[in-house]
Structures are given as C-alpha cells and as structure tokens.
C-alpha cells in the first residue's frame, strides 16, 4: 500500500512570511496527526484529527498555526507569519483508528521548513 | 501521565557487536510501546510493537524488545550491529486516545 505522502519536502522563507504544507494520509486511515520536530528533539504533536474532527490541538500554538481536514482526507497545516523558531521537520503521520492504544502511526517522509 | 526517558542520547558500537538502546517509561496503565528509526532524510519507521502480547517483541532487520513491566522499562536490543543501523531510535509510548509520546531519540553510530 502507498505510504504517507507530503509536499514539499524542502521550504526556505523568511520569517513573517506564510507557508502551507500538504499531507494525503495511507488510504482509509481515519486518524492524522501533524508533528514538530526541532533538530535533536523527538516528534511534538501539533495537532490530531480524527476524520475531519479534531481530537486533540492543545500544542498548537493557534495564533500563527493552523490545520485543516475539510473532508477527512488529506490535510493542509499552515503557518502565519512564521518565525525563525519554527524551523524545523513537519511529519505528518495516519494510523486506522484511535479506538485502541495498539494502532501504528504510519509517518511520512516530513517537510523540512528553514526560516531565515 | 504518559512519559518516555531514552537515557542515552548517543551510542556508539562497533560493527558485529551487540546494540542496547535504553528505554525507561511511565504509564498509569498498561501502555503499548514502539520502537522507531529515522534514517537522516527519511521518515520515521516502525521497528516493532508492544501491546500487551509476549514480553518479548521482534521486529525487523533484527531488533528485538523486552517489556519489563517490574523495570518499566522497553530496551531495544539487536545481537549483531550493522553498519546500516546507524540512524536516530525514538521510544513511544502511546495512551488510550492513540496519542504518542516521544522520547528524546538515542542516536547510533556503528564504527567499522
């Protein structure tokens, strides 16, 4: 089956500027989630959708970012203006349900954001 | 609260020598735990799964896990190293709404 695709892979921007990325989850995957990840640092959860809901944005800091999941599909983070501490790896990740603990996370390769 | 501890940020083995990346962790209940690989440049790949089956977890390429419930602790292991295992390893531990929570990674290096 086809993994977790994102575009881009690559972003250079300066800050203030506004950036878009783009996640189409494995197919029939219910849930998607959106993680930051700062060099030397594990994943951070940004935000969590279960199809088009969303279950869980409590890291999300919501006066520059935002996410969509119009029709619980693929899935659209946005950030604006941006600033040069959100430089780091966007991954985007699926997994069939969140009714059990025992789901895999299914990740894909990330956007790599550099903002000068 | 769910937490994870890597307890060592960087690892450093000889190839054809035995790999032990430590993982300690906190649940209030029976959590299930993974095992992921970053590659640099490539996405994240599951190694292996706990969730409440056999104490003990193979996976790919090798990897094996113990669940030690007394330790709380999930261990990775692999007999052999490779020069190809040199990559980034995250413990996760995960919590009732399927959210993951990441350890801090444990960098491995293999030497030739």
């Known amino acids: 089956e086809a993994g977790v695709a994102q575009s881009p892979r690559y972003k250079i921007i300066e800050k203030r500027q506004s950036v878009a990325f783009w996640c189409n989850p494995i197919?029939?995957?219910?849930?998607l989630y959106w993680y930051q990840q700062i060099l030397g640092q594990g994943p951070k959860l940004l935000i969590q959708f279960q199809n088009n809901g969303v279950v869980d944005d409590s890291q999300l800091p919501k006066d520059r970012f935002s996410a969509e999941r119009l029709k619980g599909v693929d899935s659209t983070l946005k950030i604006q203006p941006a600033k040069l501490e959100d430089s780091a790896v966007y991954l985007c990740a699926s997994s069939r349900s969140r009714e059990t603990t025992q789901e895999t996370q299914y990740f894909g390769p990330g956007t790599r954001l550099l903002v000068l | 609260a769910q937490s994870v501890t890597q307890l060592d940020s960087h690892v450093s083995v000889s190839e054809g020598t035995p790999v032990l990346l430590r993982c300690n962790y906190s649940s209030s209940y029976s959590p299930s735990l993974f095992w992921y690989v970053q590659h640099p440049n490539k996405g994240l790949q599951l190694l292996l799964k706990y969730t409440s089956a056999a104490t003990l977890v193979k996976g790919i390429n090798g990897f094996e896990a113990e669940f030690k419930k007394s330790e709380t602790s999930f261990h990775l292991t692999k007999p052999s190293a490779h020069m190809s295992d040199a990559a980034e390893y995250f413990c996760v531990v995960s919590d009732r709404g399927n959210q993951f929570y990441f350890g801090t990674g444990t960098s491995l290096t293999v030497i030739p």
């Open positions: 197919s029939g995957h219910a849930t």
